[in-house]
T-cell receptor, first 111, second 114 residues
Framework: RKEVEQDPGPFNVPEGATVAFNCTYS??????FFWYRQDCRKEPKLLMS???SGNEDGRFTAQLNRASQYISLLIRDSKLSDSATYLC????????????FGKGTHLIIQP | DGGITQSPKYLFRKEGQNVTLSCEQN?????MYWYRQDPGQGLRLIYY???????QKGDIAEGYSVSREKKESFPLTVTSAQKNPTAFYLC?????????????FGSGTRLTVV
């Protein structure tokens, strides 16, 4: 199974700042891409899907670069409640055989 | 409301014992999955099932077994052959709708070997 790589952090960012992190994937046949958020000792929850055209949901923007095989997540005007681990997730091929997770990027928003 | 229920939330096992983790969903999803997460690590796929009475090994299936006798249920047995079973176990289910895969996770079972 191909890998998904992320900078583990932690990223320490002051409240109100903009933060961005990337994720690279090695399987060029990967079909679908997601960002999940995981709070400490909880299950991952879908933050947003990532499309080739890029997509935005409030303060969050996700982008996909298929040529360079990376996806990005941008968080604007960061809030204390954004502190979490952000998991980059890829569906490698047919999709029904599970997700491939990165190890996550730990984000700490400081007051 | 539909969802996935994992039980128990916390489980303690003595070395050499088998334990079974429960996963039930009422989402009418065909596919179900078991993942394991270790501290500071991403989720790794243990087993998955795309249809009743069928399942496939994931990346780390050794020391685990599953069954899929009903669409709603996908229990995971952690056997004594699993050398390092202490971890956070997550069950998920999915459906394919209009080309998008909707994955739903249970709240997890934290297994500790004592």
């Amino acid at each position: 199974r191909k890998e998904v790589e992320q900078d583990p952090g932690p990223f320490n960012v002051p409240e109100g700042a903009t933060v961005a992190f990337n994720c690279t994937y090695s399987n060029s046949a990967s079909q679908s891409f997601f960002w999940y958020r995981q709070d400490c000792r909880k299950e991952p929850k879908l933050l947003m899907s990532v499309y080739s055209s890029g997509n935005e949901d409030g303060r969050f923007t996700a982008q996909l670069n298929r040529a360079s095989q990376y996806i990005s997540l941008l968080i604007r005007d960061s809030k204390l409640s954004d502190s979490a681990t952000y998991l980059c997730v890829v569906i490698p091929g047919g999709g029904a055989d599970g997700l491939t997770f990165g190890k996550g990027t730990h984000l700490i928003i400081q007051p | 409301d539909g969802g996935i229920t994992q039980s128990p939330k916390y489980l303690f096992r003595k070395e050499g014992q088998n334990v079974t983790l429960s996963c039930e969903q009422n989402l009418n999803h065909d596919a179900m999955y078991w993942y394991r997460q270790d501290p500071g690590q991403g989720l790794r796929l243990i087993y998955y099932s795309q249809i009743v009475n069928d399942f496939q090994k994931g990346d780390i299936a050794e020391g685990y077994s599953v069954s899929r006798e009903k669409k709603e249920s996908f229990p995971l047995t952690v056997t004594s052959a699993q050398k390092n079973p202490t971890a956070f176990y997550l069950c998920a289910s999915s459906t394919r709708d209009r080309g998008d895969y909707g994955y739903t996770f249970g709240s997890g079972t934290r297994l500790t070997v004592v």
